[in-house]
């Protein structure tokens, strides 16, 4: 019995074929990967430059202390309501470091350009040095797509060398249109009047020299005691 012996295919349609299944298996890895995340920051908006500093040292410091943000929300994901007791972790959707991180460094920038002062919170400074400590507590920090985004949070400013302490309340409610790009500047906005409303504590502390302050009379500024109402 004789066998035939099939004709080899050409040798470049075997380098095709090769090409081809290396492409195909590309183009199913690309169509199983992941979708592109995109990542948001609570950074000042502003455009306007910083005026240059000159030399000569600020009549005081600040001291912007690590800001607690509640356990649901501290996650690199953005986490919206989708009800009154519902929320939806958003996997593509991120910040760019943690929110009670955006938060701390969104406030000691705003405080800084506001009070022009410098932020030395794990920086050594003169021993006469006077230095108020900002801490805060953010109690909600909600975002709501198409609706609002609201910040619920409590501060308080601290004269380093002294007892005196002012403690607040804010609750500040922005509203938003939709997508999550405004949904972020709500947030931001949220935060820059709690900023100024800090500013306006720090600044009356630092006016009496003693720490017992005025306060600023803005709207969303609940007293607590020690608070000027």
């Given at each position: 019995?004789?066998?035939?012996?099939?004709?080899?295919?050409?040798?470049?349609?075997?380098?095709?074929?090769?090409?081809?299944?290396?492409?195909?298996?590309?183009?199913?890895?690309?169509?199983?990967?992941?979708?592109?995340?995109?990542?948001?920051?609570?950074?000042?908006?502003?455009?306007?430059?910083?005026?240059?500093?000159?030399?000569?040292?600020?009549?005081?410091?600040?001291?912007?202390?690590?800001?607690?943000?509640?356990?649901?929300?501290?996650?690199?994901?953005?986490?919206?309501?989708?009800?009154?007791?519902?929320?939806?972790?958003?996997?593509?959707?991120?910040?760019?470091?943690?929110?009670?991180?955006?938060?701390?460094?969104?406030?000691?920038?705003?405080?800084?350009?506001?009070?022009?002062?410098?932020?030395?919170?794990?920086?050594?400074?003169?021993?006469?040095?006077?230095?108020?400590?900002?801490?805060?507590?953010?109690?909600?920090?909600?975002?709501?797509?198409?609706?609002?985004?609201?910040?619920?949070?409590?501060?308080?400013?601290?004269?380093?060398?002294?007892?005196?302490?002012?403690?607040?309340?804010?609750?500040?409610?922005?509203?938003?249109?939709?997508?999550?790009?405004?949904?972020?500047?709500?947030?931001?906005a949220a935060l820059q009047q709690i900023s100024a409303q800090i500013?306006?504590?720090?600044?009356?502390?630092?006016?009496?020299?003693?720490?017992?302050?005025?306060?600023?009379?803005?709207?969303?500024?609940?007293a607590l005691p020690g608070c000027p109402g």
């Amino acid at each position: 019995m004789t066998f035939a012996r099939l004709p080899r295919p050409p040798r470049g349609f075997v380098r095709g074929a090769a090409y081809a299944g290396a492409l195909a298996g590309l183009l199913a890895m690309a169509a199983c990967s992941s979708p592109t995340s995109r990542f948001y920051t609570l950074g000042s908006d502003s455009a306007a430059p910083v005026a240059a500093r000159t030399a000569a040292a600020p009549a005081y410091l600040i001291e912007v202390a690590p800001v607690d943000v509640p356990p649901q929300v501290a996650k690199n994901q953005l986490v919206v309501q989708t009800g009154p007791s519902q929320v939806q972790v958003l996997e593509q959707e991120r910040w760019a470091s943690l929110p009670g991180d955006e938060i701390r460094r969104s406030l000691s920038t705003s405080l800084t350009q506001q009070l022009g002062t410098i932020d030395v919170y794990g920086t050594a400074y003169a021993d006469n040095a006077a230095v108020y400590r900002v801490s805060m507590n953010v109690q909600r920090f909600e975002s709501w797509p198409g609706s609002h985004a609201l910040i619920d949070a409590v501060w308080s400013v601290r004269a380093v060398k002294s007892t005196a302490v002012m403690t607040c309340r804010s609750v500040v409610s922005e509203p938003v249109g939709d997508g999550f790009d405004a949904l972020v500047n709500g947030h931001r906005a949220a935060l820059q009047q709690i900023s100024a409303q800090i500013a306006g504590a720090v600044q009356g502390m630092a006016a009496n020299g003693r720490g017992s302050g005025s306060g600023s009379g803005k709207v969303g500024v609940v007293a607590l005691p020690g608070c000027p109402g």
